[in-house]
């Protein structure tokens, strides 16, 4: 990843104002101006809008399909499908690391 791009991590919420806007819905026109900056700097590789598990688990509970579809997606346009690794995951990379570091060499431990 080029390290002159930005990260920017949003709630959910936001990522439902940013799918109105999307969407061109009426609910979602104070947002147009914003979306409009995020998208281009999505398509000029400028930044990074990733989704986590967390949007995954709280998108599936919106009961209402239309509601569900349209808000994935509006997150999936802008995201490009980039996400944020799972913390289980992380965490033993940086156990792994941290070791490493300290002993020269990953020491004999079952992960």
């Not at 109105?20 to 400028?46: M, Q, S, T, Y």
Request: charged share 35%; aromatic share 10%; proline share 5%.
């Amino acid at each position: 990843m080029d390290p002159k791009r930005k990260v920017i991590y949003l709630d959910q919420n936001k990522w439902i104002d940013l799918a109105r806007a999307f969407h061109k819905r009426p609910d979602g026109e104070k947002f147009l101006e914003i979306f409009d900056k995020l998208r281009n700097g999505v398509e000029k590789k400028e930044i990074i809008l990733p989704l986590d598990f967390s949007r995954f688990t709280e998108t599936r509970k919106i009961s209402n399909n239309g509601r569900r579809r349209r808000l994935a997606t509006g997150m999936g346009n802008l995201s490009k499908a980039w996400t944020l690794a799972p913390q289980e995951k992380i965490i033993n990379l940086e156990i792994r690391s941290a070791l490493t570091q300290i002993y020269g060499e990953l020491p004999s431990i079952d992960f």
